[in-house]
């Protein structure tokens, strides 16, 4: 699999960079590590301030948020912006961004402004700092806090996604349409499981190709694509895409493995266990009848297995 670039918040286990001169270590992030190309950066440490470091927040002025250090009163504004825009401006082929929860720098949304410099009175709104610039670059490239990928339904999506999305920059470097069309079939069931409609889109973009709008083409993929990964997963779109799998195995499966595959469905609806329990016994059924065409399809192998967290599988049991 082709390795994701991942910008990250270089005190999720890279560095002792927080207000208290903390580093948050996080195991399934160490773990993570191997398998793709981290780029860490901590804006506040970039823009000079020491570690550590007196607390900083935001606070609206007039229609302006600003980043503001209350005991030193000093508008760090001017120099975050500045930083961010020439951090981001060279960055390229970004698949993904990991990022403080509860930074006020980092934080991806209902971060705290204050209604002035020095005031308990705060206002939930959406990203800001140095997220807000990142907005301004790459508003599409999805962006994750680590509280979040604690989640193990988050944190599947979050992997099967970022190799995804690296993978197809290999195929966007090799400027073949038949590379696109052969990707585009291998994660037909995969994209399912968000958009049957813009899996279609995608489908009717590789149609049109010509011989002449080929960079078109992939640029014009890279953002359906992007579109369709922040299309939000609903279950009944998964279940109908697992359950079009299955349906290729109804001749040779025994009605007692039909059962037990509805049986995990339906466990599965609850989220009581994850994707992959489900599409473990989708791969067996394939292997045994040496399904290529399914077993071709990068859902049954969308990440690499190391990365499937232990704590998840004692799920399967309870069925």
Do not use: G
């Not at 500045?82 to 981001?88: A, E, R, T, V």
């Not at 359950?243 to 037990?260: N, P, V």
């Not at 989220?271 to 992959?276: C, G, L």
């Amino acid at each position: 699999m082709n390795k994701p670039n991942i910008i990250i918040s270089k005190c999720l286990n890279f560095d002792n960079c927080r207000f208290n001169w903390a580093k948050i270590n996080d195991d399934f992030l160490l773990k993570l590590e191997k398998f793709v190309n981290f780029i860490p950066v901590c804006p506040e440490v970039a823009i000079w301030l020491s570690t550590p470091r007196l607390p900083l927040r935001l606070f609206k002025q007039k229609d302006e948020i600003l980043l503001f250090q209350p005991a030193t009163d000093t508008d760090l504004t001017e120099k975050m912006d500045n930083f961010s825009n020439q951090f981001l401006k060279s960055q390229k082929n970004l698949d993904w961004f990991i990022l403080k929860n509860r930074s006020p720098s980092c934080w991806i949304n209902d971060v705290r402004i204050y209604d002035k410099k020095v005031s308990y009175t705060f206002i939930k709104s959406w990203t800001w700092s140095f997220t807000k610039n990142i907005n301004s670059y790459f508003l599409n490239i999805p962006k994750e806090d680590e509280w979040r990928l604690k989640n193990f339904k988050l944190r599947e999506e979050f992997l099967t996604k970022i190799f995804c999305l690296a993978n197809f920059r290999e195929i966007k470097e090799s400027k073949k349409i038949s590379d696109l069309s052969d990707f585009q079939a291998k994660n037909k069931y995969l994209f399912m499981f968000y958009s049957q409609k813009k899996q279609n889109e995608l489908w009717q973009l590789i149609a049109s190709y010509n011989k002449t709008n080929l960079s078109e083409i992939l640029n014009d993929y890279h953002i359906k694509l992007l579109e369709l990964f922040n299309t939000e997963t609903k279950t009944w779109r998964m279940i109908n895409s697992l359950t079009h799998i299955f349906w290729y195995f109804k001749e040779t499966c025994s009605a007692l493995e039909k059962d037990f595959f509805l049986e995990t469905i339906e466990v599965y609806r609850e989220w009581r266990i994850p994707t992959s329990s489900v599409i473990s016994i989708l791969k067996t059924l394939a292997l045994r009848d040496n399904s290529e065409y399914i077993l071709k399809q990068t859902i049954f192998n969308p990440f690499p297995k190391e990365l499937i967290e232990l704590s998840d599988s004692w799920r399967l049991l309870n069925l």
